[in-house]
């Protein structure tokens, strides 16, 4: 028995058997064109669904679904708004619980050369934005965690 030799292709259109094509099989054979057809069909979509599930695999980083890493990841980044205060510093509160993680902070608006070195003081759950300059306007931060 000889099997129908598969290759990744998309066939626009399928053959279909005429009352005058000859009954004839084998590899190129009229009556096995339109079965090898469909079967570069087949393979073409079962190539691309592989390829799909293994970029999803990838994007789900080892969780069960995308929903479910989406949510971890949300758990453990956060962004807001603060107001920098100078050298007595601004406390955002973010209920992490440890003090394994990055925070990332930068002004909002022109601060007229008055922001200083800023220094982050973590705590487990909360940080504070200390900045040795008088600069006393919007800033915005980011937690990694």
Do not use: C
């Not at 099989?25 to 090898?36: H, L």
């Not at 909002?108 to 973590?122: F, Q």
Request: hydrophobic residues 35%; aromatic residues 6%.
């Amino acid at each position: 028995m000889g099997k129908i030799k598969e290759t990744s292709a998309w066939v626009e259109d399928i053959y279909q058997i005429e009352v005058t094509d000859p009954a004839l099989g084998g590899e190129n054979g009229p009556v096995n064109r339109a079965a090898q057809q469909l079967a570069a069909r087949t393979r073409y979509l079962k190539d691309k669904a592989d390829s799909v599930e293994g970029e999803l695999a990838q994007a789900r980083g080892g969780k069960g679904s995308l929903a479910e890493r989406i949510n971890a990841l949300e758990g453990t980044t956060a962004q807001g708004d603060l107001t920098f205060a100078g050298t007595r510093g601004q406390t955002v509160t973010h209920n992490l619980g440890n003090t394994n993680y990055v925070v990332n902070v930068s002004a909002t608006a022109d601060t007229g050369g008055d922001m200083g070195d800023v220094y982050i003081s973590r705590a487990a759950n909360a940080f504070t934005v200390y900045n040795t300059g008088g600069y006393r306007g919007g800033g915005r931060y980011q937690i990694m965690n």
